[in-house]
Structures are given as structure tokens and as C-alpha cells.
């Protein structure tokens, strides 16, 4: 049905849409967890209130969060040069990744920790912990299951913004949808694709649930 | 057993809430001397200030007036890491238990000698399973809190806030959450650790039974301010304070007037028996009786003869009790003045 060339094309699309998702998606969660903890830690219930400090935290995030992913691409394509040296290619995909990612998984990471009862980091508090002894002994294990479910929908949000890169010529998988698909109407190519995408979506999806349920020590 | 040196000296201490509403006063001029080794109980109604204030007293709240003496030493003027320190010296239980659920039993006996740093790896282990043994629970090492029942977990949770060797123990609201079964063995395991380790216990409750299982001395606090306080035995027997003699006699006999209420003559004509019909009114009713004078005769398991009582000044409650009287066909009339 497709011939090897196309087939050679299609894997190395599905090379690069993995890595620059991987890629994107563990410099943001370098990131996106610390911002995280700020945001709870330092929350005026949180275990060392802040004042004016996280206010400004999330306003910045909202910011970032509210600008189309599109245009951040476009935005920061000067930005992007100075980080990777390009603005073509999956490389130049990565920076606006993770620029649209890191305030999305700071919001998880955040709401993922306070999911916690307030009781157990009371218990915690009790018993001497500093604010790190609790952010490492309580709110990052306790979370663990939470944490886990987040990083699969964080992974498969950063493949369809990755997808959407292609647009503008960031390569990939959504690259070849785009270039054959839209620019040559070779329908078979973008349904391929966009077939492979989804199987990626479900596998990364069921990966991270299950990964999440069985850590979990809630269940009996 | 008398205890002499206080080990907690609570002086002026009070606790005011900033909220959108406006400020709320949890504590006001609490003045309390706990002694070492003493099992010290502190009961009050629902909202009282009870968890305020022993969150003050390992400041875990901070107070905004007086002080909160440990040891000798004033907490609030002690560096955060002091105060850590000397949290360290006391475990506190609570009414959830508050376990990590992601940690197994054992791990959790082992997470406040982590955070203390007082042993290493193999010790805290070792200690952890000795600690599990002493509450009962060496079986249950490898299991998740989720794999318990309350009362086990309270257990582990005892267990834990033991484990650093701390002087005193802080219990808010600890077997509230349990059946009368398993708070008796709780209970139980307090009272042996206070005996054993020495460990000053304050107690936090609502319930009179509770403070009466294990308490020496309680204090009854009330709209945030310490009402009466004393050894268990004297305030049982004599509370002081309207608070006490509710909490210890009852809602009933504290709210009812008798001053100026109507009195009724009950007779028996033989067809009943009169305790079970006076027991029966009451418990239907729920109106207590007060009997001024009674001539009856047990004459083969029925009575005869006749009983005056006063029901309550409140209408409602009295008309309760007549239709009760009615209801079982006992014959009753009112009588006034002194007609009787
Ligand atoms: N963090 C808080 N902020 C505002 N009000 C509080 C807070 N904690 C307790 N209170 C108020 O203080 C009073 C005493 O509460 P609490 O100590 O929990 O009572 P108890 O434990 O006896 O039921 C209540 O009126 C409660 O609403
Ligand atoms: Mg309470």
C-alpha cells in the first residue's frame, strides 16, 4: 500500500515526534514540579505561606497558559534560535513545548499535591518535619499515584501541540500529516498518521493509569 | 500517685482566627498546669477550642497572647528549629488517624525517626517492630493503612507517635472515630504507655466515658475559656460550673425547672405495677419527674395507692408525660397549692 520510502519516512516521523515529545516532556517536568511545590508551599495555607509570591507565580503561569499554542511557536521562534540554533526541524519544537507545558504540569504537580489531606502533613508537622522533610517525605510520595495520571495526560497534551507543530514546520509526525496530507492531499498519508498518533495517545494514556493504580497502596 | 512537677504550664495563653468575617476567638486566658506523668484530659462541646488548644501547645498554632511553657522553656520565643526540636518531644494522635497511605505500617512506625534523624536505617526498623509488637501489631508490619481497620491504625498511629521517645503524648479526639469496643482497648493502651514509658498523656474528647476510663485530672473548657478544673473523681462527683453538670449530669436534669410547675396526683388502682409505669413515662416522655410524696403499696407485684409529681415548668414537656399517663390508662388529676 505505501511504498519503502514513504514507510522510511513514516517511522523517522514517529522517531522524532517520540523524542521531541520526550524530550519536551522531561525538561518540562524539571521545571513544572519545583513551580509546583512553590505554588503549594507557599500558598497562604500552605506549609510555609508566602506572601505576594505565589500570586505572581500564577498570574505568570495563567499568562503562558492562556496564549495559543501556535502562536507562543511563532512568538518565540527569535528565543528559540538562541536555545537550539534553528527554528526549523523537531529541535526547534522543543523549547515552545516546554515554554506551553511547564505552567500546564505546574498546575497538575500542584493540584496533584493538594489532594493530600491536610491531616497527614499535620501529622507530619507534629512529629518536628522541616518544610523539605515534607515536601520529599509527604507530598511528593503521597502523591505518587496522582503525579503518575498527570504525567500521562500531560505526555499525550505535549503530542498533540507537538502534532500541531508540523504547521509551521516542526517535522514529525504532524509534519508529514500537514505537508502530505494537507499541502499534497494525500489522504492515506495524514489518516496514517494521524491513525499512528492515536495509537500513541491510547498507549502512553493506558501506561500512565495503570502505572498509577498499581503504586497506589490505597487500594486494598 | 501524686504528681507535682508540671511538665506544661499554659499562662494567659489565648488564640484569635483572622477570617474574612472578622476575628474569632478560639482560646481566651487559658491558665493550665499539666503534670509529668499524669494522663491530663481536657473535654468540652463541639467548637470549643479543644484541637486549638493543643495545636498550641506543641505550636503547631501559634498563640496570640500568653505563653505555652515546656519544660521550662517558653515555646514562642524559641527559633522554628527549636520549636521542631521540641516537637519531637511530643507525639500527637488524631481523630483520622492521619497515616501515610502510600507507606506501609512499618515504614510509617519508621518516618518520625526519619525525620528526627535520631537512627539509623536497621535501628529504626528494629525499633519499629518492637514498637508494633507492644501495640499488637508485629503481624501487620508489611501492611498498607488501607488494609486496616480504625482501630489498627490508631494503633500504628500510637506506635508512631511514640516511636522518638517523647515526653508527652497529645491525643485529639483519638477514639472518636471508633466503636465503644475498640476505644475501651485503646483507651487501655494509653493508660499501659503512661504507666510503662512514664509518657504524659493529655487527652482531647468530647465524651465524659472517655476522661472517666483513663483520666487523673480534667479541665472542662466551654466557649474558650477553661470552665473548672480538677481531679476526675471531684468534679464527677461535684462539677462547679453549668458547663460540668451538663457534660456530666446530662442536658435533662441541668435545663429543668421545677419552681413553678404544676403538680398532679397519679393514682394506682392495682392494675399495674408502679415502677415499670413511672420508668416507662419517663423514657417515652423523656421528661424527668420529680416526685413529692408517695403512699403505695407493692401488693402482689401490682400497686396500689397514690404519687404526686411536678413535671417540668415547660408546657410541651408536661403535656408529653399526661398523654403518656393517658395513653396506658393510669388515672391522673392536677392538684394546686398545697392541696396535697
Ligand atoms: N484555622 C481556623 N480559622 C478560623 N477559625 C478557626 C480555625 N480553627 C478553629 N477555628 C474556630 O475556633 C473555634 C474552636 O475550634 P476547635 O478548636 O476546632 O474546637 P473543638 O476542637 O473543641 O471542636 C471554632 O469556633 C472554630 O470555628
Ligand atoms: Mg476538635
Known amino acids: 500500500m505505501f511504498s519503502p520510502q514513504i514507510m522510511e519516512l513514516i517511522q523517522n516521523g514517529i522517531g522524532e515526534t517520540l523524542y521531541m515529545v520526550f524530550i519536551s516532556t522531561a525538561v518540562s517536568y524539571l521545571i513544572g514540579i519545583p513551580l509546583g511545590i512553590i505554588l503549594v508551599v507557599t500558598d497562604k495555607d500552605g506549609i510555609r505561606p508566602v506572601p505576594v509570591l505565589p500570586q505572581v507565580l500564577g498570574i505568570l503561569i495563567n499568562l503562558l497558559r492562556s496564549i495559543p499554542f501556535l502562536i507562543l511557536l511563532i512568538m518565540m521562534m527569535p528565543v ?69 495520571v498527570g504525567a500521562a495526560i500531560s505526555t499525550t497534551t505535549i503530542l498533540g501541540y507537538s502534532a500541531m507543530a508540523g504547521a509551521v514546520g516542526g517535522g514529525g509526525l504532524g509534519g508529514i500529516a500537514i505537508n502530505y496530507g494537507y499541502y499534497r492531499y494525500e489522504t492515506d498519508m495524514m489518516f496514517l498518521t494521524v491513525a499512528i498518533l492515536v495509537i500513541i495517545v491510547q498507549i502512553v494514556q493506558e501506561v500512565g493509569m495503570r502505572l498509577s493504580r498499581s503504586s497506589d497502596k490505597r487500594i486494598r | ?55 498550641c501547645i506543641n505550636m503547631l498554632e501559634v498563640p496570640t497572647s500568653g505563653q505555652v511553657i515546656f519544660e521550662g522553656q517558653n515555646l514562642a520565643a524559641m527559633s522554628p528549629a527549636g520549636q521542631r526540636k521540641a516537637r519531637q518531644s511530643m507525639g ?96 487501655q493502651l494509653l493508660k499501659q504507655i503512661n504507666q510503662d514509658f512514664g509518657i504524659t498523656v493529655i487527652v482531647i474528647t468530647h465524651e465524659m466515658a472517655v476522661i472517666e476510663a483513663i483520666c487523673d485530672r480534667v479541665a472542662i473548657i466551654d466557649h474558650s475559656q477553661i470552665a473548672e478544673v480538677g481531679k476526675v473523681a471531684d468534679i464527677f462527683s461535684e462539677p462547679k460550673s453549668k458547663i460540668g453538670r451538663q457534660l456530666i449530669l446530662g442536658d435533662a436534669v441541668n435545663n429543668v425547672k421545677f419552681d413553678l410547675a404544676r403538680k398532679f396526683r397519679i393514682t394506682f388502682d392495682g392494675r399495674e405495677s408502679m415502677e415499670p409505669v413511672l420508668a416507662n413515662m419517663i423514657l417515652a416522655s423523656k421528661v424527668p419527674v420529680n416526685i413529692l410524696y408517695a403512699s403505695t403499696r407493692d401488693i402482689g407485684g401490682t400497686a396500689v395507692g397514690q404519687m404526686i409529681v411536678q413535671f417540668p415548668e415547660d408546657e410541651a414537656d408536661a403535656m408529653r408525660a399526661l398523654n403518656y399517663l393517658k395513653s396506658v390508662k393510669i388515672p391522673f388529676e392536677e392538684v394546686t397549692g398545697d392541696d396535697v
Open chain 2, 92 to 187: 500527637m494522635i488524631f481523630q483520622q488517624f492521619n497515616l501515610l497511605a502510600q507507606r506501609n505500617v512499618l515504614r510509617n512506625v519508621c518516618f518520625p525517626m526519619e525525620i528526627a534523624g535520631t537512627h539509623t536505617k536497621a535501628e529504626a526498623k528494629e525499633r519499629a517492630m518492637e514498637l508494633l509488637q507492644l501495640v499488637g501489631l508485629e503481624d501487620r508490619a508489611k501492611a498498607y493503612p488501607a488494609q486496616l481497620s480504625g482501630g489498627q491504625k490508631q494503633r500504628v498511629a500510637i506506635a508512631r507517635a511514640i516511636a522518638t521517645n517523647p515526653k508527652v503524648l497529645l491525643c485529639d479526639e483519638a477514639t472518636s472515630a471508633l466503636d465503644p469496643n475498640t476505644t475501651k482497648q485503646i483507651l
Open chain 1, 80 to 148: 528559540t534560535r538562541k536555545i537550539v540554533g534553528t527554528s526549523l526541524g523537531w529541535k526547534a519544537v522543543v523549547p515552545p513545548l516546554v515554554a506551553a507545558a511547564a505552567p500546564y504540569i505546574a498546575r497538575m504537580v500542584e493540584s496533584s499535591f493538594k489532594e493530600i489531606d491536610a491531616g497527614v502533613i499535620e501529622a507530619a508537622k507534629s512529629m518536628g518535619a522541616s518544610t523539605w522533610q515534607i515536601v520529599w517525605k509527604v507530598l511528593l510520595p503521597e502523591s505518587r499515584p496522582s503525579l503518575l
Open chain 2, 1 to 55: 500517685m501524686a504528681f507535682e512537677e508540671s511538665i506544661i504550664q499554659l499562662k494567659g495563653m489565648g488564640k484569635e482566627f483572622k477570617t474574612a468575617n472578622g476575628p474569632v476567638v478560639a482560646l481566651d486566658n487559658i491558665n493550665l498546669d499539666i503534670y509529668r506523668g499524669e494522663i491530663f484530659g481536657i473535654i468540652g462541646l463541639s467548637g470549643a477550642g479543644k484541637s486549638t488548644l493543643v495545636r
